[in-house]
C-alpha cells in the first residue's frame, strides 16, 4: 500500500480542477492583456475567477489579487506594507512559516524594521497579554502571525488578534495559507488587513495563489514591470492556474462539511489508535485537541529510540509519505525550527507530522499505525 499523509505540503490536483483547466492550456490561449477577441476571453476568465475568490470569502473582486503563491501573497503583505506606511517596527512569533519569519528577520538584519517575537507557551499558543504589551510600546507595527499553524496545527484566535490590532492601529497580516479552503473567512467580519491562499494546499494546482488586501489599505506593488493585477503585480498571469485555484476553492467550499467530517474522523481514529498501541506517544502543539486545532494536521512526538533520523526513511521504503516538520525542511537535516521554539519539548523525541486530505481512507491510517508499532516492536527485539 502507498500512503500520501503529507497533504499539509501540498495535495493531489483534483480532476474537476484539471477539467476546468485544460481548455485555458489549449484552446483559449490568449495573453489577458491583449485587447484582440483572443485576449478578450482569457481576460474574461481571469476576472470570473476573481468574482469566485470574492464570493466565496465575501469581499470585493477589488480586493484580490493573483500571486505565484502563498509565500509571494506573505512577502507582498509584509514587505510593502512597511515601506508604503512607513512602518518602523513589526511583531510576529517564532513558530510562523519561513515566508513570513525569514522575511521579517531579513528586513530588521537590513535595519529598515525593529522585530519582536510574541511569546509562546509549550503547546505553542500565542501569549495575547505579551501581543497587547508588545502593542502598547509599539502602537503602530505590523503584526504577522498566521492562523494556522503548518506544523503543529495551532489556530490563532483571529478575531481577538485582528480587535487588538484595530485597538493599536496596527496592521494585521495573517498568513492563512493551511486554513484556505478547509475553513470559513468571512472578510466582512475578519478584523484583517491581508490574508492569503496558495492552491496547491486544498486541491488546486501549484505556482498559484492570491493575497486579499483590504479596501483600507493602500500599498505599492511588490513586483514590478507590468500594469497587471490592476497595477499590483507585474508580469503575464498564470492564467489556468488562476482558473484552476478558483475551481479548487469553489469545490473546497462546497464540500467543506462533508470533508472535514471525513478528515476529522480519520484523526480521530489515529489518535485513538496510536495512543492505544504505542507507549509513551504524545501530541505536540494542540494537534491532538480536535476543537483547538487543524483537523487537517496530527504531530505525534513518539518515544524516544534509535529509530531517530531513520525513522522517515523507514516509513518511505514502506510506501508511507509523512514530514520530520514542515515541508520545507522535508529531505534535509534541518529541524523543525517551531518544535525547536516550545519550551520544555524533548529533544530526543523524534517527532513526525501527518496530515490528512479528501482522499485518504481509515484502511491507510490503520496501515500507517501498524506499521509504526511494528518498528518499535522490532527495535525492542533487536536489543
Known amino acids: 500500500m502507498r500512503v500520501y499523509f503529507d497533504n499539509a505540503a501540498t495535495t493531489r490536483l483534483d480532476p474537476e480542477v484539471l477539467e476546468a483547466m485544460l481548455p485555458l492550456m489549449t484552446e483559449e490561449f490568449g495573453n489577458p492583456s491583449s485587447i484582440h477577441s483572443h485576449g478578450r476571453k482569457v481576460r474574461s476568465a481571469v476576472e470570473k475567477a476573481r468574482k469566485t475568490v470574492a464570493t466565496l470569502l465575501n469581499t470585493s473582486p477589488a480586493e484580490i489579487f493573483f500571486t505565484s503563491g502563498g509565500t509571494e501573497a506573505d512577502n507582498t503583505a509584509i514587505r510593502s506594507s512597511i515601506a ?28 529598515q524594521v525593529k522585530l519582536s517575537l510574541v511569546n ?60 484556505m479552503g478547509h475553513y470559513r473567512h468571512d472578510l466582512q467580519k475578519l478584523p484583517v488587513d491581508f490574508i492569503v491562499g496558495a492552491a496547491h494546499k486544498f486541491h488546486g494546482p501549484k505556482g498559484v495563489g492570491f493575497l486579499y488586501v483590504n479596501a483600507h489599505n493602500k500599498i505599492h506593488p511588490f513586483i514590478h514591470g507590468g500594469a497587471q493585477e490592476r497595477n499590483m503585480r507585474g508580469g503575464t498571469e498564470n492564467v489556468y492556474g488562476i482558473v484552476g485555484l478558483a475551481k479548487a476553492l469553489e469545490i473546497a467550499y462546497r464540500d467543506m462539511d462533508s470533508h472535514r467530517t471525513h478528515i476529522e474522523n480519520l484523526k480521530r481514529r489515529m489518535i485513538a489508535q496510536l495512543t492505544e498501541k504505542l507507549d509513551g506517544v504524545s501530541f505536540n502543539g494542540l494537534s491532538g485537541d480536535l476543537q483547538n486545532s487543524l483537523y487537517t494536521v496530527l504531530n505525534v512526538s513518539l518515544p524516544a529510540s534509535d529509530l531517530s533520523d531513520m525513522l522517515l526513511f523507514n516509513l518511505d521504503i514502506t510506501g508511507i509519505s509523512a514530514s520530520g516538520g514542515s515541508a520545507c525542511s522535508s529531505g534535509t537535516n534541518i529541524g523543525s525550527h517551531v518544535l525547536a521554539a516550545l519550551p520544555g519539548l524533548d529533544p530526543a523525541r523524534d517527532a513526525i507530522r501527518f496530515s490528512f486530505g479528501k482522499y485518504n481512507t481509515e484502511a491507510e491510517v490503520d496501515f500507517v499505525v501498524d506499521t509504526l508499532v511494528g518498528l518499535f516492536q522490532k527495535e525492542k527485539q533487536m536489543l
Open 84 to 111: 508604503s506606511y512607513g512602518l518602523t517596527h513589526a511583531i510576529t512569533s517564532p513558530l510562523e512559516h519561513h515566508a513570513v519569519l525569514h522575511t521579517l528577520e531579513h528586513l530588521a538584519h537590513l535595519g
Open 120 to 179: 509562546v507557551d509549550e503547546q505553542g499558543r500565542i501569549d495575547l497579554t505579551h501581543l497587547e504589551d508588545l502593542l502598547k510600546t509599539a502602537p503602530r507595527s505590523l503584526v504577522s502571525l498566521m492562523h494556522g499553524n503548518n506544523e503543529i496545527g495551532n489556530l490563532l484566535d483571529l478575531e481577538a488578534v485582528g480587535s487588538l490590532c484595530s485597538q493599536y492601529n496596527a496592521v494585521f497580516h495573517s498568513d492563512t495559507v493551511q486554513t
